[in-house]
């Protein structure tokens, strides 16, 4: 082979090896984590238009640190019925779009680890913890103690 077809190869196989390593990172991410959740919280409408939007917001399924980790990769939706959950269209491919209702979450926690402030949620079902950055965790955690009257579950 000369150093045309090298180049060719290279310039050909590159992308490819990227989009492939690409393709199968998300799907290694919706194994270990956006799974978990289906099919309790799968949702096959669409997000209400008036549910107030956090776009590239943060989120850990799982302990955090050390969770499958969606920095600001997340766009969350919060209505008087719960939160809608999916990905940045760049990761939407094997997550489809999550509904969690108000009355599936046990609890919700505020924490802090050095300086990032973070709210915690635990479910009634058996699924991983949730945590989400701020300043949507915030206001998950405000909607949720106003739907239960201002006082934890």
């Not at 989120?59 to 940045?88: C, E, K, Q």
Request: with cysteine; glycine share 8%.
């Amino acid at each position: 082979m000369n150093d045309t077809h090298l180049i060719w190869i290279f310039a050909l196989g590159f992308p490819l090896l990227f989009i492939l390593m690409w393709l199968g990172i998300i799907r290694l991410l919706s194994w270990f984590g956006w799974s978990r959740y289906l099919p309790e919280f799968a949702c096959d409408r669409p997000v209400p238009p008036d549910a107030q939007r956090y776009s590239m917001a943060s989120m850990v399924i799982g302990r955090f640190p050390g969770g499958i980790s969606y920095r600001s990769a997340m766009n969350i939706w919060i209505d008087t019925g719960g939160l809608y959950l999916r990905p940045l269209a760049i990761f939407r491919l094997f997550h489809p779009l999550l509904h969690i209702r108000w009355d599936a979450i046990a609890s919700i926690e505020p924490r802090k680890t050095l300086w990032v402030k973070a709210h915690q949620l635990t479910f009634r079902r058996d699924v991983p913890m949730m945590t989400f950055g701020q300043p949507a965790g915030q206001a998950i955690f405000d909607r949720w103690q106003a739907h239960h009257g201002g006082r934890p579950a």
